[in-house]
């Protein structure tokens, strides 16, 4: 007979299999889908889960995982290389989103706990969602998936020093924390002892475990050492989910960190499901019937409140309208620690039972318009930014709307400030425009022509010069964007000669529409390059390496069709060729006939009819070595013959009385190191 929680949990997964499988028809998250199969399953819904509460049991174990991941994918030297805009606009849009909740839940009568409380379950977003969709549109690397990142990585650091200060909130004196400031004190305690032993301890586990090539000992070391410092900060007074992010800390600037999210990823995802689905069957489908309109105010109050604070934050940073207004449309739903963050404010009494459904209600429906929200940002980032006007920003903007006949570099990226640096190399008069207002100052401060400018914008484009370029080089890694500055940029000059970069093939035939004149596909040329490179590998003579890898860019396959006669061989296909030769490699033994000798001394192509191909002498390799080259003990000849002429040959190379056959003088050709 099955126990109880295994048909729950058996359910449970059959439900949320059918429920997110139909949500990714609907191209609905499947976080959206987790959610309402809680709410089918649940107490308020169908009633056909028995045990609520070990359910939830097993989703702590989701939450738990869930923040040790996240804090293995942090990296402190990325964190530094985004300081900016995750510090200044993280920062603006969770503490406007906090004080403006906050002051609205002051007017109306709420003590000043609770209200700052509900401003912070409110001001985080969902950073699974929000990244999936960024991901499946190819606009990570866009400017509003950057600032996007940034922004929610911002809160997920954050939303550990809210879990802190939740009792200070609550004014909670329990048994265990012994009050707020005695658990700040107990959690610094325990975060100090962490620091120290991360350092040491932890490198020297992973390291010990690592070694023994167990892949089970390895999982369960990972999942020992996060469970163990979850245990070790509950135990002080704080959260499970403190811990765990902690315990990621401690992993993530270690070699095996990647290991260890490969691992886990897993696990975590099974886990979480069941904590979605937990905070699913805690939504009240009464509660939205009996209080439609509050429900709906709230709802068109947290999307506009969400997406109005994180469009300041994003023009705070100095990037156009456009951006802040994609930014802001991606960032206004409500994110999934906001439920982590809520839960924990419940035994505190900073969200009373309405308060609390309110929450959840809300939460759920703006995750849900997130997909087609983030679609109309993307639409709306399309569109030129009128408040960038003509992108003047710099004193030298004068002199370089003089220019005529240069090179007109869209974004200085790695490809821009490749593509800088050949101009400057070869003479070319070029001129830069970045959105990024750092980058300009720091560059500017250097000499470098670089101007502040939107280029989807045609009037910047017209100031930089574009009517009077030669030509232009767009590397931004937005895809709307740049599709929308080639068409302006061909508009304002049909002659202009435009190479645009871009990270899909699929945006090949959308480019090429607008005048792009040549289009370098990242996901494209690294392919053929890989097929460049393997080519050489198997040492195919360079003519046909670089007819077949042009045959590729021209889109001419047929010339790589495998039956035409004229396939050349490849290294591995000699020995069909030649099956009367044996290419062998010998090792000369100190004291052998044939040391100090050089190889015209040894006359071995006279004697033998032996062609030496390589010599090979401690790590250097020499290969077709001359006459003059004289062989000392230890060095290892690759030599091509017959093998009745191989056999007269061998005794040249091993000391007298040796072995008849020694297999350790002979073998193989070791392989070339750099």
Known sequence: MLPPLMTDIVILFALGMAVVYLCQRLKVPSIVGFLVTGVLAGPHGLAIIAHVHEVEVLAEIGVVLLLFTIGLEFSFG????????????????????????????????????????????????????????????????????????????????????????????????GPETGGGWQSMAKGGAVILILGLTARWGAPWLLRQVADTRSRELFIVTIVVMCLAVAWLTSWAGLSLALGAFLAGLIISDSPYSHQAIGNILPLRDLFTSLFFVSIGMLLDLNFLV????????????????????????TRALHLPLRVAIATGLSLAQVGEFSFILAQSGVPFGLLDPWTYQLVLVVSVLTMGLTPPMMALGQRMAARPSPAFGSGRGASANDQNHALSGHVLVVGYGLGGRNVARAARLTGLDYLILEMNPFTVRDEQAKGEPIVFGDAVNPAVLEHAGAAQARAMVVTVPDPVATRRIVANAKALNPGLAVIARTRYQAELPALKSLGADEVVSEEFESAVEIFSRLLKHLLLPETEVER?????????????????????????????????????????????????????????????????????????????????????????VVMMARPENLAAARGLFRAPGGPVSDPSAEGPSPAPRP
Not at 292 to 304: D, K, N, T, Y
Not at 552 to 573: F, K, M, V
Not at 625 to 634: D, F, H, N, S
Request: hydrophobic share 50%; glycine share 10%; proline share 6%.
């Open 78 to 173: 990325e964190l530094l290389r985004i300081r900016r805009p995750m510090l200044l606009g993280g920062s603006l849009q969770v503490f406007l989103v906090m004080g403006g909740v906050a002051g609205l839940s002051l007017a109306l009568g709420r003590d000043w706990g609770p209200s700052i409380f509900l401003g912070c379950v409110l001001s985080l977003s969902s950073t699974a969602i929000v990244l999936k969709l960024f991901q499946e549109g190819a606009a990570i690397d866009s400017p509003q998936g950057r600032t996007s990142l940034a922004i929610l990585i911002y809160q997920d650091i954050i939303v550990v020093a809210m879990l802190l200060v939740t009792p200070l909130l609550g004014g909670a004196v």
């Open 548 to 636: 077949l890898t042009a045959a590729l860019r021209a889109g001419d396959y047929e010339q790589l069709r495998l039956d035409q006669p004229s396939r050349p061989a490849a290294i591995c296909d000699l020995r069909q060729m030649l099956p009367e030769l044996e290419i062998v490699t010998l090792r000369l033994e100190p004291g052998a006939p044939a040391t100090g000798r050089s190889l015209a001394e040894l006359e071995l192509r006279k004697r033998h009819g032996i062609s030496v191909v390589a010599i090979r002498r401690g790590e250097a390799i020499e290969g077709n070595p001359p006459a003059q080259a004289r062989l000392q003990p230890g060095d290892w």
């Open 290 to 313: 009996a209080n439609p309109m509050v429900v709906v105010l709230g709802l068109i109050g947290v999307l506009a409140l969400k997406s109005l604070t994180a469009g300041m934050a």
